[in-house]
């Protein structure tokens, strides 16, 4: 929620507070006395007027999913101002000894100090309100430090697994040159073993030959 509106939201509430506790008193009391209460009264109901105005126009300015909530908190306050207006109406066209007289019969007095209370129960409501806006900022401030803190993991986690998909690779080719190096191996120890197999077939012949030609001539 904005700063600003609950700075008049705050404005609002105990001005609203003082006046009522002004209407039961100028409720109370007659002539001059109740002229002077009933003319502060009507400068305070000008200031609430104007808080409402600025509250309505900040809370218009909002994100929707907030903006929604406020509008209906302002409705409640203009509500509160219309009740007050009223009561000063009542206090303006009644007879003074007549209006504290009626005001002790029908329990007026004790209908205003509740709404006093109610408001002052409002206020409460409010800054609770804010205190819970204030945690929920608190927890989506940790949620997207979380999920950046995912998104990095993930990111060091891909070049990880591309690092060892590459390692792979290169094993695998080092395996396929180990594997030829093996088959060259193997022929050239079978061309050598073949090799080896003639020169002693030749060896053998003319060993034979030669003891051949030694034995025909010592015959002769």
């Known amino acids: 929620m904005s700063q600003v509106f609950e700075g008049y939201e705050r404005q609002y509430c105990e001005l609203s507070a003082n006046l009522a506790r002004k209407c039961t008193s100028a409720g109370l009391i007659n002539g001059e006395q109740k002229k002077q209460k009933i003319s502060e009264i009507k400068a305070g ?32 306050y203009k509500n509160d ?33 509740a ?30 430090e979380t999920e950046e803190l995912g998104v ?5 986690l891909h070049q990880q697994r591309q690092s060892l998909l590459h390692a792979h690779d290169t094993l695998h080719g080092v395996d396929e ?6 088959k060259i ?8 073993n073949k090799n080896k197999w003639i ?9 034979l030959a030669v003891l051949l030609i030694l034995y025909f001539k010592l015959r002769h």
């Not at 101002?81 to 007095?109: F, H, I, Y």
């Not at 205190?131 to 997207?144: A, F, W």
């Not at 040159?177 to 093996?182: F, P, Q, T, W």
């Not at 191996?185 to 050598?192: G, I, K």
């Open 45 to 76: 109901l000008d200031d609430a007027e104007a808080l409402i105005r600025k509250m309505d126009l900040e809370a218009r300015t909002l994100q929707p999913n907030v903006k929604a909530m406020t509008l209906a908190k302002l409705r409640e």
């Open 81 to 113: 101002l219309n009740n007050l207006k009223a009561e000063v109406k009542k206090l303006s066209t009644t007879d003074s000894q007549a209006a504290r007289d009626a005001l002790l019969e029908s329990g007026m007095a004790d209908a205003l100090m």
């Open 115 to 144: 709404s006093a209370d109610q408001r002052a129960r409002l206020l409460m409501s409010t800054e609770r309100l804010n205190q819970s806006s204030g945690r929920i900022k608190e927890s989506r401030r940790t949620m997207l």
């Open 152 to 156: 990095s993991i993930l990111q060091d």
């Open 177 to 182: 040159n180990i594997g030829r190096s093996k």
């Open 185 to 192: 191996l193997t022929a050239m120890s079978r061309r050598m």
């Open 199 to 207: 020169i002693g077939s030749i060896i053998t012949v003319l060993v």
